[in-house]
């Protein structure tokens, strides 16, 4: 899987949208951009992954670029909850392959 | 929704040990991951199975096993431990899907099993 670069950490204030970046330039082109989370010592949970075009769910929108190099997070509207560590994985998406967790971005909502 | 099942929740052992932690997946999902996590580090890959078929090795240690059921559910065996083995273990479902010419093969976690070695 490819190496994905995000920064260490971020704050966002309660209500706002938090915009993650992650960085991914060597990202081949079926591998898939995927974004989880983990809050203190839960179990990572899946938000959201795409291949080349934007996505949108219900917990977030994922934004790549047209070079597919970088892409965002976007979580609209920040809660107290959102607080926690937020990682972007290149995966291929067709196979029974394991994650690689880098270190991720710890992403704290301030009220 | 059904989630991924771990169990136990805690165990605590002494060293030289052995443990046994339990995964029960998400129902119709084909393929059960196992990770480690030390303190204050990011998930590790152990083992995966695909079909009840080990599928995938990372850093498990020798000193460990694991098998997936008939019934898909998934055990972790762990011998000899080790105060290093003190961790949280998760276990995590998933199930290949495409939708739309997109590929859905998102995992899906357990709440974990916090294994403490004394």
């Known amino acids: 899987d490819a190496k994905t670069t995000q920064p260490t950490s971020m704050d966002c204030a309660e209500g706002r949208a938090a915009n993650l970046p992650c960085n991914h330039s060597t990202i081949s082109g079926n591998e898939y951009v995927y974004w989880y989370r983990q809050i203190h010592s839960q179990g990572p949970q899946y938000i959201i992954h795409g291949l080349k075009n934007n996505e949108t769910n219900e917990m977030a929108s994922l934004i790549i670029t047209e070079d597919r190099k970088s892409s965002t997070l976007i979580l609209p509207h920040a809660t107290l909850r959102d607080t926690a560590v937020y990682y972007c994985?290149?995966?291929?998406?067709?196979?029974?392959?394991?994650?690689?967790f880098g270190s991720g971005t710890q992403l704290t909502v301030l009220p | 929704a059904a989630g991924v099942i771990q169990s136990p929740r805690h165990l605590i052992k002494e060293k030289r040990e052995t443990a046994t932690l339990k995964c029960y997946p998400i129902?119709?999902?084909?393929?059960v991951y196992w990770y480690q996590q030390g303190p204050g580090q990011d998930p590790q890959f152990l083992i995966s199975f695909y079909e009840k078929m080990q599928s995938d090795k990372g850093s498990i240690p020798d000193r460990f096993s694991a098998q997936q059921f008939s019934d898909y559910h998934s055990e972790l065996n762990m011998s000899s431990l080790e105060l290093g083995d003190s961790a949280l273990y998760f276990c995590a479902s998933s199930l290949w899907l495409v939708a739309g010419g997109k590929v859905d093969h998102e995992q899906y976690f357990g709440p974990g099993t916090r294994l403490t070695v004394t």
């Open positions: 994985i290149a995966h291929l998406g067709g196979s029974a392959r394991q994650l690689t």
């Open positions: 129902p119709r999902h084909d393929t």
